[in-house]
């Protein structure tokens, strides 16, 4: 008598966040701890961060029966490398296919969102991550994309109690209406605040 195959899929509602980075992914974990949220949330990264790894390391997570996968990424490389690019746009019409697979797309990077929590400020336009850094920096001198840092300060806490997460939302939702009815391809906005809301309602 042959025995059923055993069903792995986690027994409650699970998401798993992929991740280009260590800042994101630490940024994500921090906030489950605080949140406690009551679903399986997995923040991860693959060993390479280049785009084909992150939707790689996405999909097999899927397969391995999370409910939701989130692939947090950032556009400032992806739209200066050809191959890079090409990769995105040929995924991007995939994902739109695909059932809960979800791209969350930062330009120039993720620390858009964490400026965000500073209010109209954040509007500036930043070509590349590093003035927007220096930007953040006034708000959080201190600030490095150094994991000691990240761990030592827990960012996400840091973000909430110096910052406003509401305007960061608020701000964020504005930017991706503009970003949506721009052919622009350089335009800032991050989506960062979908995952978030997604999270918040599960």
């Given amino acids: 008598m042959s025995r059923r195959k055993r069903n792995t899929k986690p027994t409650r509602s699970s998401i798993a966040i992929v ?16 949140k406690k949220y009551k679903f399986t949330l997995k923040p991860d990264f693959p060993k390479h961060s280049d785009l084909k790894s992150i939707i790689k390391k996405a999909r097999s997570m899927k397969d391995e029966g999370y409910d939701h996968v989130f692939c947090v990424f950032d556009l400032d490389r992806i739209l200066t490398d050809t191959t890079e690019k090409r990769i995105y746009e040929s995924e991007l019409k995939k994902i739109r296919l695909k059932k809960n697979i979800y791209f ?13 929590h500073f209010g109209r400020s954040g509007l500036k336009q930043y070509n590349c991550c590093d003035s927007l850094i220096h930007d953040l920096k006034t708000h959080l001198p201190h600030y490095s994309k150094e994991e000691s840092y990240l761990k030592r300060n827990n960012i996400y806490k840091l973000l909430i109690e110096n910052g406003n997460i509401e305007a960061a939302i608020d701000i964020a939702t504005e930017k991706c209406s503009q970003k949506a009815l721009s052919n622009n391809e350089g335009l ?8 978030i809301e997604f999270l918040e309602k599960k």
């Fill in 104 to 116: 969350i797309e930062s330009h120039p990077c993720f620390e858009l969102w964490f400026l965000y």
């Fill in 19 to 34: 991740g280009e980075g260590k800042t994101e992914i630490i940024y994500f974990r921090q906030m489950n701890i605080s």
């Fill in 188 to 195: 800032n906005f991050t989506m960062v605040h979908k995952l």
